[in-house]
């Protein structure tokens, strides 16, 4: 059995892993697109050939690990694609959205490369690429047996809880005579997550594709947590007469964030200020999130039961209209902005960051990982300039963390969740989905757990086990 990364091998985004089995099945586990400045060259080129891949495993709905779906699909994928029932009723919005970004920020790109007398960009997909993508999904439930093959390859998901839907994949794969056992656990998400469930144990695995993105920190206590995003809010809103911008995944971060809010204002410790959910897509999920209760903790459930909702209170407002979320940008009166993405790399946070960035008053706060060469990234790592849409704006903004609203495991729980696994079978770990140095870091940590043979792979790195 071979293994190749062609993604988030020492990087974060575009998870991609391809499987070949001693029989030759080709097996590809997550498609994402490459997030961030200089990644053109990456999702144009897949490292393999679209064609040769026989089935898509999913783990979850989030661009870096679906992104690219539809380009796999352009360029020749056949399909099945296999993913949970709540992960394929996020695509239906997440692909069409991305393929709607992709077509406006070539258009805009190209607009500006005409001028300069540059070769035009080739669009990755567009949206009938997505919709013949979206043909070819095929949900299956948590702890369900399918079958990749003929007597090869036994796959189940269980919940990872990282978003609704997420999973971690269980492949036994038939190889020269035997059965090999392998995890991929997705992104990992929090046992104590303000929304989902904990996340699964799994059985033993022979090998496991494990990520890292946390994999040198640990998030702020819990319990502080409401205190802190009040402070905030306080200090911005209140103190400051200013707008507090919070870029989000539209997908479980907004929905967190609401929650919290929520909570809040049902305590009467929330300022009677406009919220707003400047994201359409954040809206269409937040839909979906209520129609898959069945994937809440309890406390929600309860709270819920006893407030009625925890996604609606007085002063927010959903934003779907384009001239609407062109209006904030015009009002001086204080607010709270929760806009996707969360890595601020496209969508309509970009704009309200590029509006609000040289103005004191404003604070932009950070609520979950962002790559170093995002432009989330490069505000939270203290860039004092920074290039939004081909022009220099000076940071004069705020700009704040408040990492435990994260949906990503830190290092303790993410070796919380491999602690079900006996370390000394786990034939190899392979850290995948984190910066090297934070990779670094966990090895260390998970070689003092027992797991002494692990591996960091490199972009495209072939390995046979």
Do not use: W
């Not at 189940?156 to 991929?184: E, M, P, Q, R, Y």
């Not at 905030?232 to 919290?260: M, N, S």
């Amino acid at each position: 059995m071979q293994l190749q990364f062609h993604g988030a091998a020492r990087i974060v985004t575009g998870s991609k892993h391809l499987i070949t089995t001693d029989l030759g099945t080709k097996i590809l586990l997550d498609c994402g697109l490459f997030q961030g400045i200089q990644t053109d060259d990456l999702n144009q080129n897949f490292g393999f050939d679209p064609r040769e891949v026989d089935y898509l495993v999913l783990s979850h709905a989030h661009i870096d690990h679906s992104g690219l779906i539809p380009r796999l699909v352009k360029q020749g994928f056949k399909g099945p694609i296999y993913c949970t029932h709540a992960t394929a009723d996020l695509l239906q919005i997440m692909l069409m959205d991305s393929a709607y970004i992709q077509e406006k920020d070539v258009e805009r790109i190209n607009k500006r490369r005409r001028r300069q007398g540059r070769e035009q960009l080739e669009m990755l997909y567009d949206s009938e690429d997505a919709k013949r993508a979206l043909d070819m999904l095929k949900p299956v439930r948590y702890g369900q047996n399918f079958q990749l093959g003929k007597d090869e390859t036994d796959v189940f998901f269980t919940d990872a809880a990282h978003i609704i839907g997420s999973a971690a994949v269980h492949l036994n794969i038939k190889d020269s005579g035997t059965f090999k056992k392998l995890t991929f656990t997705g992104d990992i998400g929090r046992p104590e997550d303000q929304i989902l469930r904990k996340p699964d144990t799994f059985p033993q695995a022979d090998f496991i594709i494990c990520e890292s993105t946390y994999g040198d920190r640990l998030h702020e206590a819990q319990p502080d947590l409401q205190a802190h995003l009040q402070r905030i809010v306080h200090k911005c809103c209140v103190e400051d007469r200013g707008k507090l911008i919070i870029p989000a995944f539209a997908v479980d971060r907004t929905q967190e964030l609401i929650y919290a809010l929520d909570r809040l204002s049902s305590a009467g410790r929330l300022p009677r200020i406009p919220v707003y959910i400047d994201s359409p897509l954040a809206i269409k999920a937040t839909a979906i999130m209520k129609a898959n209760e069945q994937c809440f903790n309890p406390d929600i459930l309860e709270y819920i039961e006893r407030d009625g909702d925890a996604f609606a209170f007085p002063y927010l407002h959903y934003v779907s209209d384009v001239a609407d979320s062109k209006a904030i940008n015009d009002r001086d009166e204080p607010c709270i902005i929760i806009s996707a993405s969360g890595m601020a790399e496209a969508g309509r946070v970009k704009h309200h960051i590029k509006n609000n960035i040289e103005k004191p008053s404003t604070t932009i706060l950070f609520v979950g990982y962002a790559a170093r060469h995002t432009l989330a990234g490069q505000l939270k790592y203290g860039e004092k300039n920074v290039r939004i849409f081909g022009q220099d704006y000076e940071v004069r903004a705020n700009i704040q963390s408040l990492e435990s609203f994260s949906a990503h495991g830190d290092y303790n729980e993410m070796i919380d969740f491999l602690s079900c696994q006996d370390a000394s079978r786990v034939q190899q770990l392979f850290l995948v989905h984190g910066e090297y140095d934070t990779q670094t870091a966990f090895k260390l940590k998970l070689q003092r757990e027992g797991f002494d043979r692990i591996h960091i792979p490199e972009m495209h790195e072939r390995v046979v086990v």
